[in-house]
């Protein structure tokens, strides 16, 4: 309806109608250009802690974020940040921080230096970025309110929940605690985030937003331009679909599967003749050094251990693998590349019957992937519940097969080049490579 056909009580209604509805939902109206679309109204009201705003391309998501942290600007003390991954992302025209500065020109103080809006009532709007795995812990001391994510498949779960804790407030302060979150499928934290809103829901908000809830887009030349996508990119930019498959070697759900307390460091009792294999992948600068215990129990590989160091000398390395190699450990595999060769040679010297280099060639590299893969697959393997591993896990992409050679490709993230999958591949491969050693049954301390 054309409001410039109404009468002016008829106006001066909806007006009023607006006004309260806005007042009684706690809808931003001072601060946002528009009325929120159904589905934003919908995020809005959510009373769950955590919340995501999801799905198609063009639904909306980023106006719903920054609606959600305005909620509460009223209220002094009130304090809320929103996050990209990079200051780049942040930066970028039309992108939220430059929308925020639209919508709040003249009604709320900008300061450049510290991206932050102060609002009369002194609450603070602040925008941040998370470049790099430690760049979290710049909000150590923080306190917010509001923690918004805008693309949240493009964040590592343990930057989620780490930035979680610094969620607090006063006693007697009634402004609720919020995370919310806004995002298409896809990006390196798709599976988590889909783990997390869509198959363990409980407790947490989820709301699917698609292209036909937002009629001030262009929908038909949007369409024409997700036309020229892959097919499982189209579908998770045009439909919001969080099933489609992806290239990844592990599915994430099988990495679910095998998850559990396996650790020495879990209170797990350790044999006094335990079958231990090791696989130690070598990086030494912005790669990690990794080591990884596997120890077989029947049929079932268990970690035990998973070292991971960055930026570590030679001498350092090579303390870490020589004390682990203590009694019950049948093999130890290391990685022999241009990093790894001194490291792999010496230790192969010192301890020939149990150490061995290995070149991690393409075809070595596809053979040890494919193993690693059927043992998840079989729910053969224990690995300990940590996010980091999970996603370095992910980072390893299907097997191609060239000229006859098995060959995958691995993808360098933020928590590193697939360190934690070549070191657990590694010694698995040691594991179901090696004969049976002549005891048969690990003796637990204290028993016979």
């Given at each position: 309806m054309n409001q410039s056909c109404l009468s002016t009580s008829a106006s001066a209604k909806i007006s009023l109608t607006v006004r309260l509805l806005a007042a009684r939902e706690r809808i931003p109206l001072q601060w946002c250009p528009h009325f929120p679309l159904p589905k934003q109204r919908r995020f809005l009201r959510t009373k769950e802690l955590e919340a995501l705003y999801g799905g198609a391309a063009g639904g909306g998501k980023s106006d719903a974020i920054l609606m959600a942290a305005l909620q509460y600007v009223d209220v002094p003390g009130y304090a809320?940040?929103?996050?990209?991954?990079?200051?780049?992302?942040?930066?970028?025209?039309?992108?939220?921080?430059?929308r925020a500065r639209e919508w709040l020109h003249g009604k709320a103080k900008w300061r450049e230096q510290d991206k932050t809006f102060t609002f009369?009532?002194?609450a603070k709007l602040t925008f941040g970025y998370l470049d790099h795995p430690n760049d979290k812990y710049r909000y150590q001391s923080s306190e917010f309110q509001f923690i918004g994510f805008d693309e949240l498949t493009q964040f590592l779960e343990s930057e989620y929940t780490y930035l979680m804790s610094r969620l607090r407030r006063k006693a007697n302060v009634e402004i609720p605690l919020r995370m919310r979150s806004a995002s298409n499928p896809g990006g390196r934290g798709h599976d988590w985030v889909r783990n997390r809103f869509m198959l363990n829901p409980e407790g947490r908000g989820f709301v699917p937003a698609s292209l036909e809830d937002n009629p001030k887009i262009d929908r038909e030349g949007y369409i024409k331009s997700l036309s020229e996508l892959d097919p499982i990119t189209r579908a998770q930019l045009l439909d919001g679909d969080w099933d489609a498959d992806d290239d990844g070697l592990l599915d994430y759900d099988t990495i679910l599967a095998c998850q559990g307390k396996c650790l020495w460091s879990d209170g797990i009792q350790r044999p006094l003749r335990p079958e231990l294999y090791l696989g130690v992948d070598v990086g030494r600068t912005k790669d990690r050094f990794a080591i990884w215990t596997w120890e077989k129990v029947g049929d079932v590989a268990w970690c035990r251990e998973l070292l991971v160091l960055q930026n570590i000398p030679f001498s350092r390395m090579k303390?870490?693998?020589?004390?682990?190699?203590?009694?019950?450990?049948?093999?130890?595999?290391?990685?022999?590349?241009?990093?790894?060769?001194?490291l792999a040679e010496e230790l192969e010297r010192e301890h020939p019957a149990i150490v061995e280099g290995v070149q991690l060639t393409s075809g070595v590299q596809g053979a040890m992937a494919a193993k690693l893969?059927?043992?998840?697959a079989e729910r053969k393997l224990r690995i300990p519940?940590?996010?980091?591993?999970?996603?370095?896990?992910?980072?390893?992409?299907?097997?191609?097969?060239?000229?006859?050679?098995?060959?995958?490709?691995?993808?360098?993230g933020e928590t590193g080049h697939a360190d934690r999958f070549w070191a657990g591949a590694l010694g698995y491969d040691a594991l179901i490579?090696?004969?049976?050693?002549?005891?048969?049954?690990?003796?637990?301390?204290?028993?016979?």
């Open positions: 809320a940040i929103i996050f990209r991954r990079t200051y780049a992302d942040l930066a970028l025209p039309g992108a939220i921080m430059d009369p009532s002194g303390d870490e693998v020589k004390a682990r190699l203590t009694r019950g450990v049948i093999k130890c595999q290391i990685d022999k590349g241009l990093l790894g060769l001194q893969r059927v043992g998840f519940d940590d996010a980091d591993l999970r996603d370095d896990l992910r980072l390893v992409r299907k097997i191609d097969t060239r000229n006859g050679v098995p060959v995958v490709q691995t993808l360098k490579g090696s004969p049976a050693p002549s005891f048969r049954r690990p003796l637990i301390r204290g028993r016979t």
